[in-house]
């Protein structure tokens, strides 16, 4: 540096140079830079200095000894410090009004620094002029990075970390280059970047970039993104694999998904996308087909969205790709099953009402209504759906049929109601009830028109004396038949045929004296209850019946957990799948059990009173056999008083000739 101090119009014109050189360049290059016009300043003001005091010794000569001197060099020189003086402030302004610190060295040892530097790390400007800073700011660990990047003329960005005053570590970007003042003088000027909201940024990123790849895979989601300018297309890993595809047997390229997708797919396809690029549609929402790699179809749903840059001309096309085909093969099964279950329904041999609860109200709607149900009620499906109850039926509103429909709309539980009598101007009868709730909230009634057992009833009253007694033995016993149908129960059940798993109602578990909680059902459980003697015959017409195409039924006794034995009534079907195998079966269950023994009474009745009739028959067959005797005697008397009265008359007629 000595020999830049020693020509003043070297430093002059060196520093001219600086000064010009910087007029062209950028703000970021004059933040470095100015950093050797500051260390150019400082020694030339030094030796401005010198030159003052030898310059007013000189004059003092002049005075002394009457002398003069060129002094142009000199002025030139100060009219360029003057100029290096503002430049100098100009440079301060600058690197302090940065977020960048700035710091001028030499092999760590601060020369100069602006004050986004020392705030950076904590400290004030005197603490750290003078002192190594790589010791004071940088962790040991790092002093190896910080030492072989110093030894390089420019040091490309490159992250450590630095340590605060108050000892607190940061992450920080440096770059730095050496400036040569002469051959042997060098300083190295430094910029530091405080990087720590730029890492926390970083990190939120790969956060939310690694949730958003978790999701993605959870979801089996594909992405696609296409550049409307370009032309190129971005398909996710997940976007091919559901074609069967490894993400590098796919090219990125358009016409990969023309290629896959169904022609007439395709052609509406175009057509949305088009209306959404020229903003005719919100956003891209299309279902369709594309080959999979095995050469099957896969159903998928297509969601995109337009991106417009600030005139409204559409620059991207980004969406998603999601596999539906199982969804649509659900749909099919639940649109077949619930086909079945209408058909099912339909077949009943009693009339079955499907209702929908109205909120805050004390009716319901008719959503579904079979045959038998029509034929019942004296109405017809279309009458009834849509309708409500009491709109159609306005006498339920104080029946006992309005008031189990809210019951078990409230507690969810199964209820038989009891027959009971309804009559408007169209229809009359006796009524019985099976009533349920369905998971989804409809309530489902089963009922059966009873109006002929007490037609019966009636008919029966009419009878003579003579069996006045059986005709009450009658009533009796069709009493017990009613108080027996109060108590039945009616359950459900679905078998998977594939593993024999059976889902049973809460009636059902009821009916088998079981506890839901602690019992797993199953058909080869399920037949461990049936009685020894009608296992067989069960389990034969249950097997027989799968490849039937019709409903079966079957009864036959159990012995329940608790040693009871009872008689079951079955009805079921099998449901197949598109192949026609078999897939599951499906059917109720009801306990009988009363129901035979009220049958046995009947019967033993109805013999009962066969003999009576027997007997009463003998009674009169003996009764016309006296009377028959009876009239020949009379008519055997007539006949001989005739022929007295006929001697007589002759007796008479003699006696009067003589």
Same mark, same amino acid.
């Given at each position: 540096?000595? /020999?830049?101090?020693?020509?003043?119009?070297?430093?002059?014109?060196?520093?001219?140079?600086? !000064?010009?050189?910087?007029?062209?360049?950028?703000?970021?290059?004059?933040?470095?830079?100015?950093?050797?016009?500051?260390?150019?300043?400082?020694?030339?003001?030094?030796?401005?200095?010198?030159?003052?005091?030898?310059?007013?010794? /000189?004059?003092?000569?002049?005075?002394?000894?009457?002398?003069?001197?060129?002094?142009?060099?000199?002025?030139?020189?100060?009219?360029?410090?003057?100029?290096?003086?503002?430049?100098?402030?100009?440079?301060?302004?600058?690197?302090?009004?940065?977020?960048?610190?700035?710091?001028?060295?030499?092999?760590?040892?601060?020369?100069?620094?602006?004050?986004?530097?020392?705030?950076?790390?904590?400290?004030?400007?005197?603490?750290?002029?003078?002192?190594?800073?790589?010791?004071?700011?940088?962790?040991?660990?790092?002093?190896?990075?910080?030492?072989?990047?110093?030894?390089?003329?420019?040091?490309?960005?490159?992250?450590?970390?630095?340590?605060?005053?108050?000892?607190? $570590?940061?992450?920080?970007?440096?770059?730095?280059?050496?400036?040569?003042?002469?051959?042997?003088?060098?300083?190295?000027?430094? /910029?530091?970047?405080?990087?720590?909201?730029?890492?926390?940024?970083?990190?939120?990123?790969?956060?939310?970039?690694?949730?958003?790849?978790?999701?993605?895979?959870?979801?089996?989601?594909?992405?696609?993104?296409?550049?409307?300018?370009?032309?190129?297309?971005?398909?996710?890993?997940?976007?091919?694999?559901?074609?069967?595809?490894?993400?590098?047997?796919?090219?990125?390229?358009?016409?990969?998904?023309?290629?896959?997708?169904?022609?007439?797919?395709?052609?509406?396809?175009?057509?949305?996308?088009?209306?959404?690029?020229?903003?005719?549609?919100?956003?891209?929402?299309?279902?369709?087909?594309?080959?999979?790699?095995?050469?099957?179809?896969?159903?998928?749903?297509?969601?995109?969205?337009?991106?417009?840059?600030?005139?409204?001309?559409?620059?991207?096309?980004?969406?998603?790709?999601?596999?539906?085909?199982?969804?649509?093969?659900?749909?099919?099964?639940?649109?077949?099953?619930?086909?079945?279950?209408?058909?099912?329904?339909?077949?009943?041999?009693?009339?079955?009402?499907?209702?929908?609860? !109205?909120?805050?109200?004390?009716?319901?709607?008719?959503?579904?209504?079979?045959?038998?149900?029509?034929?019942?009620?004296?109405?017809?499906?279309?009458?009834?759906?849509?309708?409500?109850?009491?709109?159609?039926?306005?006498?339920?509103?104080?029946?006992?049929? $309005?008031?189990?429909?809210?019951?078990?709309?409230?507690?969810?539980?199964?209820?038989?109601?009891?027959?009971?009598?309804?009559?408007?101007?169209?229809?009359?009868?006796?009524?019985?009830?099976?009533?349920?709730?369905?998971?989804?909230?409809? !309530?489902?009634?089963?009922?059966?028109?009873?109006?002929?057992?007490?037609?019966?009833?009636?008919?029966?009253?009419?009878?003579?004396?003579?069996?006045?007694?059986?005709?009450?033995? /009658?009533?009796?016993?069709?009493?017990?038949?009613?108080?027996?149908?109060?108590?039945?129960?009616?359950?459900?059940?679905?078998?998977?045929?594939?593993?024999?798993?059976?889902?049973?109602?809460?009636?059902?578990?009821?009916?088998?004296?079981?506890?839901?909680?602690?019992?797993?059902?199953?058909?080869?459980?399920?037949?461990?209850?049936?009685?020894?003697?009608?296992?067989?015959?069960?389990?034969?017409?249950?097997?027989?019946?799968?490849?039937?195409?019709?409903?079966?039924?079957?009864?036959?006794?159990?012995?329940?957990?608790?040693?009871?034995?009872?008689? !079951?009534?079955?009805?079921?079907?099998?449901?197949?799948?598109?192949?026609?195998?078999?897939?599951?079966?499906?059917?109720?269950?009801?306990?009988?059990?009363?129901?035979?023994?009220?049958?046995?009474?009947?019967?033993?009745?109805?013999?009962?009173?066969?003999? $009576?009739?027997?007997?009463?028959?003998?009674?009169?067959?003996?009764?016309?056999?006296?009377?028959?005797?009876?009239?020949?005697?009379?008519?055997?008397?007539?006949?001989?008083?005739?022929?007295?009265?006929?001697?007589?008359?002759?007796?008479?007629?003699?006696?009067?000739?003589?």
């Amino acid at each position: 540096m000595h /020999a830049f101090l020693d020509n003043p119009e070297s430093r002059a014109s060196i520093l001219k140079d600086i !000064i010009m050189s910087n007029q062209k360049k950028t703000k970021e290059q004059l933040s470095i830079e100015l950093q050797e016009l500051q260390q150019a300043y400082n020694s030339l003001k030094l030796q401005y200095d010198k030159d003052i005091t030898e310059r007013k010794q /000189a004059e003092q000569k002049i005075e002394l000894y009457g002398t003069s001197q060129d002094i142009t060099s000199l002025k030139q020189i100060e009219n360029e410090l003057v100029k290096a003086k503002e430049n100098e402030e100009r440079f301060k302004q600058l690197s302090n009004v940065t977020f960048e610190g700035v710091l001028l060295h030499n092999k760590g040892l601060a020369i100069d620094f602006n004050i986004s530097f020392a705030r950076m790390f904590g400290y004030d400007s005197e603490e750290l002029i003078g002192e190594n800073l790589i010791e004071k700011v940088i962790p040991k660990k790092y002093h190896e990075i910080i030492f072989e990047n110093i030894a390089k003329n420019y040091a490309q960005p490159y992250e450590v970390i630095g340590k605060k005053k108050d000892g607190n $570590l940061f992450p920080i970007e440096l770059e730095s280059r050496t400036i040569n003042l002469n051959e042997n003088d060098k300083i190295r000027v430094t /910029a530091v970047r405080d990087i720590t909201e730029r890492k926390l940024a970083e990190e939120k990123l790969k956060e939310s970039e690694t949730r958003f790849d978790l999701a993605m895979e959870a979801s089996k989601d594909g992405i696609f993104d296409w550049n409307l300018i370009t032309n190129e297309i971005y398909y996710s890993p997940g976007w091919k694999s559901m074609l069967g595809y490894e993400d590098k047997e796919l090219p990125n390229d358009f016409t990969v998904w023309e290629k896959l997708t169904k022609p007439e797919d395709v052609e509406q396809s175009w057509k949305m996308q088009q209306e959404v690029i020229n903003k005719q549609r919100d956003r891209f929402k299309f279902e369709f087909k594309m080959k999979h790699k095995d050469g099957h179809w896969v159903d998928i749903l297509s969601r995109a969205e337009a991106v417009f840059d600030d005139s409204g001309k559409a620059i991207r096309i980004v969406g998603t790709h999601v596999d539906i085909s199982e969804r649509q093969r659900s749909a099919k099964e639940l649109e077949k099953s619930e086909l079945l279950f209408r058909k099912m329904i339909e077949h009943m041999p009693d009339g079955v009402a499907i209702y929908q609860p !109205i909120e805050n109200s004390n009716d319901f709607i008719f959503l579904e209504v079979n045959k038998h149900a029509e034929i019942i009620t004296n109405t017809t499906n279309k009458e009834l759906i849509g309708c409500t109850l009491l709109q159609k039926f306005p006498n339920m509103i104080n029946s006992p049929l $309005l008031k189990a429909l809210l019951k078990v709309r409230e507690t969810g539980e199964s209820l038989y109601l009891p027959p009971f009598y309804y009559k408007d101007k169209e229809r009359e009868g006796w009524r019985e009830n099976n009533i349920y709730k369905l998971p989804s909230g409809e !309530i489902v009634a089963i009922f059966t028109d009873v109006t002929e057992v007490f037609q019966i009833s009636e008919k029966l009253k009419n009878k003579n004396l003579d069996l006045e007694k059986a005709k009450e033995k /009658a009533e009796e016993s069709e009493a017990r038949l009613l108080e027996s149908q109060a108590a039945t129960k009616l359950g459900s059940w679905k078998t998977d045929l594939s593993n024999l798993n059976v889902v049973w109602s809460k009636e059902i578990f009821n009916i088998f004296e079981l506890d839901e909680k602690t019992f797993e059902p199953s058909h080869p459980a399920f037949l461990e209850f049936i009685h020894p003697e009608d296992r067989k015959k069960v389990d034969d017409a249950f097997v027989k019946s799968l490849d039937k195409n019709k409903y079966n039924s079957i009864e036959h006794r159990i012995i329940t957990s608790k040693g009871n034995i009872k008689f !079951i009534e079955e009805r079921w079907r099998s449901i197949k799948n598109e192949q026609g195998d078999p897939i599951f079966a499906i059917g109720i269950c009801q306990d009988i059990t009363e129901r035979k023994q009220v049958a046995q009474e009947l019967e033993q009745h109805q013999i009962h009173l066969e003999e $009576l009739v027997k007997d009463r028959t003998k009674e009169l067959e003996k009764k016309n056999e006296d009377l028959d005797k009876f009239n020949q005697l009379f008519v055997g008397r007539e006949f001989r008083i005739k022929e007295l009265r006929t001697e007589v008359e002759e007796l008479k007629n003699k006696l009067s000739e003589k």
